[in-house]
């Protein structure tokens, strides 16, 4: 079984600040996590993925996550939000035997970021 | 290159009416997913295939929902007798193969309505 919590529903940040939208996960085996964007009237579109190699990884526009096994987390930052980050963020894990079931994604409900000018 | 593309962008029909919804996976793609996303929520796995067949439609809500790939590429999801739940948003999304971490891409979805 696999899971995964998104622990704020809506973020607000100023523009040119940190952001971090923080995310735990539950998972029976090794997980593979991911970021996933989803601006206004547009498709969901893929920040950054975690599959076994290194904790940190960076993904695109700035944004990079830190695979904790320990804490069971994978939170996204980012160092100076922009205006254009404003989007709804979704935390996923799929997980699964070696024999399968890893093709199913487990969405978290969702971030919403809000930037202020 | 073209991305995942779903018809119709919206639909909006009557409870009880008949409603299918196409997706067209990235070219060369051999594996295709169907997602629901209702209002607020993030996207829930329906339907999975492999190639032509469904790998694992364990996601249906129950046997008004059906979805078919015949050639391998397009792919239709039907709905029979609608009803005022199954409005949301429909989501397409598939990948090269189906492995560990592999990354699927999205469609824009279709927006269901039924009324």
């Known amino acids: 079984a696999q899971s995964v919590t998104q622990l704020d529903s809506h973020v607000s940040v100023s523009e040119g600040t940190p952001v971090l939208l923080r995310c735990n996960y539950s998972s029976s085996y090794s997980p593979s996590l991911f970021w996933y964007v989803q601006h206004p009237n547009k498709g969901l579109q893929l920040l950054l993925k975690?599959?076994?190699?290194?904790?940190l990884v960076k993904g695109i526009n700035g944004f990079e996550a830190e695979f904790k096994k320990s804490e069971t987390s994978f939170h996204l930052t980012k160092p100076s939000a922009h205006m254009s980050d404003a989007a709804e963020y979704f935390c996923v894990v799929s997980s699964g035997n070696s024999g399968g079931s890893n093709y199913k994604l487990t969405f978290g409900k969702g971030t919403l970021l809000t930037v202020n000018p | 290159g073209a991305g995942v593309s779903q018809t119709p962008s919206n639909k909006v029909t009557e409870k009880g009416k008949y409603v299918e919804l196409r997706c067209d996976p990235i070219?060369?793609?051999?594996?295709l997913y169907w997602y629901r996303q209702s209002l607020g929520q993030g996207p829930e796995f329906l339907i999975y295939f492999q190639g032509t067949g469904a790998a694992d439609d364990s996601g249906l809500p129950n046997d008004r929902f059906f979805a078919v790939r015949p050639e391998g590429s397009v792919s239709t999801l039907k709905i029979q007798r609608t009803e005022r739940g199954d409005s949301a948003v429909y989501l397409c999304?598939?990948?090269?193969?189906?492995?560990?971490?592999?990354?699927?891409?999205f469609g824009p979805g279709t927006r269901l309505l039924v009324l």
């Open positions: 070219s060369g793609h051999t594996a």
């Open positions: 975690y599959t076994s190699a290194a904790t």
């Open positions: 999304a598939s990948s090269p193969q189906v492995g560990r971490g592999e990354t699927q891409y």
